[in-house]
Nanobody, 125 residues
């Protein structure tokens, strides 16, 4: 079992920055890939970013160049630094973990077994 807890969401203005964090606890040993997804009401969960066990990072097209995912292994924490935020970035952001996720499936929600409760990000124009 793995528990994930997100933090760092909030209300900001367009152009501002936010940093989300996700702390993992429980059975943290393993080849975990950590991902961030987001979801708005009535829409499917959208891939935002992921970092594989190897350290490789991957981003959704809409956030590439603005968001950065990083991992602090000692603290079992993954961060999502979000810069130049836009109103369309508003969503509930979810942290997710999957063991042994292959590269071709890094953007797929089904690749991730554990999910956090989500944190709201609202960007006003």
């Amino acid at each position: 079992q793995l528990q994930l807890v997100e933090s760092g969401g909030g209300l900001v203005q367009a152009g501002d920055s936010l940093r989300l964090s996700c702390v993992a606890s429980g059975r943290t040993s393993g080849s975990w890939a950590m991902g961030w997804f987001r979801q708005t009401p009535g829409a499917e969960r959208e891939f935002v970013a992921a970092i594989r066990y190897s350290g490789s990072t991957h981003y959704g097209d809409s956030v590439k160049g603005r968001f950065t995912i990083s991992r602090d292994g000692r603290k079992n924490t993954v961060h999502l630094q979000m810069n130049s935020l836009k109103p369309e970035d508003s969503a509930v952001y979810y942290c997710a973990a999957g063991n042994g996720v292959i590269l071709s499936a890094i953007r797929t929600t089904n690749s991730y077994t554990y999910w956090g409760q989500g944190t709201q990000v609202t960007v006003s124009s």
